[in-house]
């Protein structure tokens, strides 16, 4: 992984992979090398946090979760 590659938001991914911002939020936001900025918590706002997943992950978790689907499939016949 490199601080140069390519990083994309979580908007970005969800319209890249038709996922919903939630899911790629609950996917990504614990996945190792995913960069997390925590805004922390205002009188008049919740906190939140800002993900930037860099394009290494990005691959990892799709081979990952394509693994997972063709495993499933032989099982399935």
Not at 8 to 22: C, E, H, P, R
Not at 23 to 34: D, L, N, Q
Request: charged letters at 30%; hydrophobic letters at 35%; glycine letters at 4%.
């Amino acid at each position: 992984m490199s601080a140069l590659e390519k990083h994309y938001t979580v908007q970005q991914v969800a319209q890249l992979w038709g996922w919903s911002d939630d899911t790629v939020r609950r996917v990504f936001g614990r996945e190792a090398g995913v960069i997390a900025i925590t805004h922390s918590e205002r009188r008049d706002k919740r906190p939140y946090s800002k993900l930037s997943i860099p394009e290494s992950v990005l691959l990892r978790v799709h081979e990952r979760l394509a693994i997972k689907k063709k495993s499933k499939s032989i099982y399935n016949k």
